[in-house]
């Protein structure tokens, strides 16, 4: 999938000092994934669907 043209948008938890970060991008059918700390490695493509699951899971713990 072509991600040169993604907007991404850091996660509203995260904080400014640069610490644990996430990114994410709409796509057409899926949310793109990566860390912001770095941009240019790897991107988990997910469905907005299975985004919710994995969210909703991770609160429950926390």
């Known amino acids: 999938m072509?991600?040169?043209d993604a907007r991404w948008r850091k996660a509203s938890?995260?904080?400014e000092?640069?610490?644990d970060c996430?990114?994410?991008a709409?796509?057409?059918g899926a949310?793109?994934?990566r860390d912001s700390k770095?941009?240019?490695g790897p991107v988990l493509?997910?469905?907005?669907?299975?985004l919710r699951a994995a969210i909703r899971a991770v609160s429950l713990d926390a």
Do not use: C, I, K, Q
């Open 2 to 4: 072509d991600l040169s």
């Open 22 to 24: 996430v990114e994410l």
């Open 31 to 33: 949310v793109a994934v």
């Open 38 to 40: 770095d941009p240019h």
């Open 13 to 15: 938890r995260s904080g």
């Open 26 to 28: 709409r796509r057409p």
């Open 17 to 19: 000092n640069g610490g």
């Open 45 to 50: 493509l997910v469905t907005s669907a299975d």
